[in-house]
Every structure is written in structure tokens, then in C-alpha cells.
């Protein structure tokens, strides 16, 4: 099962920003912790990572035909994107949203997520948990389909 793990601006710079929000590891750590957690759970995956609108929409388009699932974490994105969320709807892949903080207690503006409109699950205010389980509930969907 291959699945495409999508992160959106400036979550690169976890660890550098807002560290009382988004806490001390880096980004580096995130995406080692995701592989590893894939290679536990035998599933394949890619780590994107843009700061970029358009870019994230091209990378959902160019997962179309190739990819079982897709985990979104869209960041600012996700409070004022239709095309994310359109092209997310397009390729019709199922996704889980993930957040690193839980939006539904923050701001009013964060509390809108266009991407859940997409997803079949939100995870969020887990830190970097939320990419593992959401990895977890792929690799569940995964063995029922065995
Ligand atoms: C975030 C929450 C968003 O509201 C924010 O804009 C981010 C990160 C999170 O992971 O908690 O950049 O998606």
C-alpha cells in the first residue's frame, strides 16, 4: 500500500517555530519518524513538503492512479483552500487530515477546515502521534481488505 504524506508551509520549520505550540523536534525528525512508523506498519511511503498552493494541488493531482491514500496536513491551507480541497475531491484518494495542534480549541480562523470536507478522518493536537495513527488507520484498512 502506498501512501503520500503531504505537508503544507511552514511546517518545515517545526522546531524553529512556535515551539511552546508545535513543540522542539524538527522537521527532519518528523519525516524520519514517519518512515520509520511505514516501514513498521509494511507500507510504502513519500514525504512531500511544500510552502507552495499550487504545488501542494499538483503533487495531490500527480498522486492520481498511483497512490492508496493520502495523509494531508495542509497547514494554513486548510483554513482557506478550495483548491486543495478540490483536487483532493478530483483524485478521489482516501485521506486522513492531520494536524499537529488541536485547531478546534485555537483560533476562531482555524477552526474551519476545508480538507476535512475530503477526508474520511481528522486527527489532530497529537504532535507528531497524529501522522503515526493516521499511518495506523491505512495499514488497518489495509489487513481488512486481506
Ligand atoms: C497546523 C494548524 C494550522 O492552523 C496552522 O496554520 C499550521 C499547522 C497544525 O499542524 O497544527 O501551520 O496545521
Known amino acids: 500500500m502506498k501512501i503520500l504524506v503531504i505537508n503544507g508551509p511552514n511546517l518545515n520549520f ?3 517555530r ?3 505550540l ?3 523536534q524538527t522537521y527532519a525528525d518528523l519525516v524520519e519518524s514517519i518512515h520509520g512508523w511505514a516501514a513498521e506498519l509494511g507500507l510504502e511511503v513519500e514525504v512531500y513538503q511544500s510552502n507552495h498552493e499550487g ?3 499538483t503533487r495531490i493531482q500527480e498522486a492520481y492512479g498511483n497512490t492508496d491514500g493520502i495523509v ?3 497547514a494554513a491551507y486548510t483554513h482557506t483552500s478550495v483548491a486543495i480541497l478540490d483536487a483532493l475531491k478530483a483524485v478521489a484518494i482516501p485521506a486522513v487530515e492531520v494536524h499537529l495542534t ?3 480549541t485555537r483560533e476562531s480562523f482555524r477552526q474551519h477546515s476545508y480538507v476535512s470536507m475530503a477526508a474520511e478522518k481528522m486527527i489532530c493536537g497529537k504532535g507528531f502521534d497524529g501522522y503515526r495513527e493516521a499511518l495506523e ?3 488497518q484498512k489495509q489487513h481488512g481488505n486481506d
Open 18 to 20: 512556535e515551539p511552546e
Open 22 to 24: 508545535y513543540g522542539h
Open 55 to 57: 504545488d501542494l494541488v
Open 14 to 16: 517545526v522546531g524553529i
Open 72 to 74: 494531508i496536513n495542509a
Open 102 to 104: 488541536d485547531i478546534r
Open 137 to 139: 488507520y491505512f495499514a
